[in-house]
């Protein structure tokens, strides 16, 4: 059962406006990756189903974080269909986020009242996406379907549009400025904030700061569009 609220992640998740994103199939290696996020004052982190046994990876590193690190919200990604989502709910995810959009998997967050972020790429499928109740939608991979300016695109018309891209962000001040002055909510990173080199190395202290600067940089942004 999920420890948040699906308001509380919703409103954590924009107000930090970062998600890291990562899956490590050695639990103590995603500890340590999920303590790095944690230094690095990310609230809301994204562990992504793809690996053998991912669900006991995941279970352990809900234990792990509930006990070490209370204020985190941690929830699963690369989820497509509604079974594996009501698996990993029933394990404590607090969200849920798939690379595309499933009908009956918005169907089963929305009775366990869990947030669900699927992929979309198109302005059809975003509507198809918020008749489903979806609050924020996820496009991915975000650069290849059109980057910020698909972002700016859709929600000319729809500005009550919520959208976190996940692929195509990278934590550099041009990119987070590019695609938070398009108007995303957040910012789902991956590979490129929570990279092979630092894993390789165990250089845990400066993949924290790499994640405290990108908050910082959102923050900065933000600042400057008011």
């Not at 991912?54 to 985190?72: M, R, S």
């Amino acid at each position: 059962m999920a420890r948040y609220s699906k308001l509380q992640v919703l409103t954590k998740m924009e107000e930090t406006g970062l998600v890291p994103v990562f899956y490590n199939p050695d639990i103590e290696t995603a500890k340590s990756i999920l303590k790095a996020c944690a230094d690095g004052g990310a609230h809301t982190i994204e562990m992504t189903n793809r690996g053998d046994h991912a669900i006991d990876v995941f279970t352990e590193l809900e234990k792990y974080a509930a006990k070490e690190f209370p204020e985190l919200i941690l929830g699963v990604g690369s989820i497509v269909d509604a079974p594996t989502a009501a698996m990993y709910i029933a394990h404590g995810a607090c969200f849920i986020v798939g690379p595309c959009l499933d009908k009956e998997t918005a169907f089963m967050c929305n009775k366990r009242n869990v947030p669900y972020m699927p992929g979309c790429g198109t302005a059809t499928e975003i509507h198809e996406a918020q008749t489903l109740g979806v609050d924020i939608c996820k496009i991915f991979p975000g650069r290849i379907v059109g980057g910020p300016e698909f972002v700016k695109a859709v929600r000319a018309p729809m500005p009550w549009t919520k959208i976190m891209p996940t692929g195509g962000v990278n934590p550099t001040a041009e990119s987070i400025k590019e695609w938070f002055s398009s108007g995303i909510s957040a910012a789902g990173i991956g590979s490129n904030l929570i990279t092979k080199e630092l894993m390789a190395k165990k250089d845990y202290t400066t993949m924290a700061a790499n994640i405290k600067k990108t908050i910082e940089m959102i923050a900065d942004v933000r600042r400057n569009m008011k």
